[in-house]
């Protein structure tokens, strides 16, 4: 079990630029979330799937950030125009499901919008 | 919302000495409360959960008591080790996940020799 793959883990993006990252969640798990991780705000919630549908994209920041999950075995976050205040960890975590499960985080992608 | 709010770091300690760091929540639901620990270039990772009021988790030799009343979950080790050194995560969710977890915005914990 490899765990929760993120790649790229680090990529450098334009102002202006599209940025996409890559989730694998762990094989078997039903449930898929992206969390954003910065100094000031901490890891905040972006969005979460359940069965590659989405069930719910509060945290997400409407106009440029969207979140696929076309299959079972990948999800990804897009992040058009990208802006300075993009520059974040992303983490993908995923777990098996509704219930009292644990969810397992990735290492994380590191993005920074110069 | 919910909100978790816990002790802000950087907290510094030697070998031996005792470590709490405090975590109070705001909810409306009943949750599970968790401590995630995460090390450098790693996601954070599950240390322990509690989903039931009054009882208490434990790992590693760290542990805290889900406290309703109080509306706490305060994390305490009572001999820290060189290898405790790191950002430790309280956070709050439903059994369903409909939400994700609610987190703290971490204490960076550092524990010297």
């Known amino acids: 079990n490899a765990g929760v793959i993120q790649t790229p883990r680090h990529k450098v993006t334009g102002k202006g630029q599209e940025a996409t990252l890559w989730c694998e969640p762990i094989?078997?798990?039903?449930?898929v979330f992206w969390y954003r991780q910065t100094i000031v705000q901490g890891l905040e919630f972006l969005t979460y799937f359940r069965n590659q549908a989405p069930i719910d994209d509060s945290g997400m920041p409407k106009e440029r950030f969207s979140a696929q999950m076309p299959n079972q075995s990948h999800s990804t976050l897009k992040i058009q125009s990208t802006q300075p205040q993009d520059s974040a960890v992303y983490l993908c975590?995923?777990?098996?499901?509704?219930?009292?499960?644990?969810?397992?985080f990735g290492k994380g992608t590191r993005l920074t919008v110069v | 919302g919910d909100s978790v709010t816990q002790t802000e770091g950087p907290v510094t300690l030697s070998e031996g000495t005792s470590l709490t760091v405090n975590c109070s929540y705001e909810?409306?639901?009943?949750?599970?409360l968790f401590w995630y620990v995460q090390y450098p270039g790693e996601g954070p990772q599950l240390l322990f959960k509690v989903p039931k009021a009054n009882e208490k988790g434990s790992n590693r030799g760290f542990e805290a008591t889900y406290n309703k009343e109080a509306t706490s979950f305060h994390l305490q080790k009572a001999s820290v080790q060189e290898s405790d050194s790191a950002v430790y995560y309280c956070a709050l969710g439903e059994n369903n996940y409909a939400q994700g977890l609610t987190f703290g915005l971490g204490t960076r914990v550092s524990v010297f020799p």
């Open positions: 975590a995923s777990s098996g499901g509704q219930g009292n499960t644990e969810v397992f």
């Open positions: 909810t409306k639901q009943y949750p599970t």
């Open positions: 094989s078997g798990h039903s449930a």
